[in-house]
């Protein structure tokens, strides 16, 4: 009803913000008036639009009949960018699974050619020179 936890009722009791009498059985803890939620209207007529929600013209629950269409005009809107999302989303699993089966022909076609053995550089089968031949001046 509070819409609050447990703890938070005893401690404004305790702080004295919520004003509350201690009983035999409890705490009986005293609301102010406020307004509650109808759930539905309690008078009036009720216009029923082509979605099948009634909406209330008049009396305590009345709602303007530009919000109406407006909630309507943004619904329409959200229903169509749905509508194309899906479609974009279709889209991209067909080319998904059209990439999948290219790549399987491929791999099973063998079309990338087997790795080549690496050519030998000039002077690759002499053997490799002593490390101090860099420092001496006259050469071995």
Do not use: C
């Not at 102010?32 to 008078?43: D, F, H, L, T, Y």
């Not at 216009?47 to 008049?58: F, I, L, M």
């Amino acid at each position: 009803m509070l819409e609050i936890f447990e703890r938070a009722v005893r401690k404004r009791i305790t702080a004295n913000t919520l004003p509350a009498a201690r009983t035999a059985t409890g705490w009986l803890v005293e609301l102010e008036a406020g307004p509650r939620a109808v759930p539905g209207p309690a008078w009036g007529s009720i216009a029923v639009p082509e979605g099948g929600t009634s909406v209330p013209t008049d009396g305590p629950g009345a709602v303007p009949a530009a919000l109406v269409g407006e909630l309507r005009h943004q619904r329409d809107h959200f229903e169509r960018q749905l509508a194309d999302l899906h479609q974009h989303l279709e889209a991209s699993e067909q080319a998904e699974a059209e990439l999948r089966r290219l790549l399987a022909a491929a791999l099973q076609k063998r079309a990338l050619p087997a790795p080549r053995e690496p050519e030998s550089a000039p002077g690759a089968d002499m053997p490799p020179r002593p490390w101090w031949t860099r420092w001496w001046p006259w050469g071995p």
